[in-house]
Structure formats: structure tokens, C-alpha cells
């Protein structure tokens, strides 16, 4: 069982940049960022497959980037073009398959970090 620790989050204006990381203790996974805002579901934000391929959720292409660095088994999301409605607690999570028929649903997902907020002021 993977254990994931997210980290990074924090409070920047409207336009700003934030790095988030994810610190798995094991390697081996399909992993992927979602988040969750006040009053929402949790959505997906981006994918990263063990064949190393990427996948975003349309409201964020062109301004987050996922990528990973196996050597320290660590997974980022950089951010880019902050806006109000990126504001939420952003997830780490990880999946034992190696493909994922639908790599933005939650329930294809096994584990789960704890979060990190992420709050964007106009």
C-alpha cells in the first residue's frame, strides 16, 4: 500500500504560480492530481500513466503541468495563470493499473494523500 504526502499548497493572487508536490513511499503507480472546491465533487486535474502518458481536464490545459521524478518517487503539479476558481484542496492519488480506462475518475484510483489548499484571491 502506497502512502502519498502532498505539499506546496498555499495562498497567491490571481495570476500567480504554485508548485505542488506528492511523495509516494513506493513507485509502480498510474498517479494523478485531483482537487475539490467548497460545495463540489472532487474533479480530475491531471494524469500521468506508468507509459508516461499526461492528460488534463480542459479548464486548466495551457496553465498546469504534470510530470514526475522517479528517483525520488515524487509527483508535481506546476501551476501557472492562478485563477479565483482554482481555489480548492488539491489531491494526490495513485492506482495499481498500469491503464486506466477513464484516468479522470476518482473511483479508478486506490489511494489517496490528505490535501493541500490551494487558495487564489482576485
Known amino acids: 500500500q502506497v502512502q502519498l504526502v502532498e505539499s506546496g499548497g498555499g495562498s497567491v493572487q490571481s495570476g500567480g504560480s504554485l508548485r505542488l508536490s506528492c511523495a509516494a513511499s513506493?513507485?509502480?503507480?498510474?498517479m494523478a492530481w485531483f482537487r475539490q472546491a467548497p460545495g463540489k465533487g472532487r474533479e480530475g486535474v491531471a494524469t500521468?500513466?506508468?507509459?508516461?502518458?499526461?492528460s488534463y481536464a480542459d479548464s486548466v490545459k495551457g496553465r498546469f503541468t504534470v510530470s514526475q521524478d522517479n528517483a525520488k518517487n515524487t509527483l508535481y503539479l506546476q501551476m501557472i495563470g492562478l485563477k479565483p476558481e482554482d481555489t480548492a484542496i488539491y489531491y494526490c492519488?495513485?492506482?495499481?493499473?498500469?491503464?486506466?480506462?477513464?484516468?479522470?475518475?476518482?473511483?479508478?484510483?486506490?489511494?489517496w494523500g490528505q490535501g493541500t489548499q490551494v487558495t487564489v484571491s482576485s
Open positions: 492519488a495513485a492506482a495499481q493499473a498500469r491503464w486506466l480506462d477513464f484516468p479522470m475518475d476518482r473511483y479508478e484510483y486506490q489511494y
Open positions: 500521468l500513466d506508468q507509459e508516461g502518458d499526461t
Open positions: 513506493d513507485n509502480g503507480y498510474s
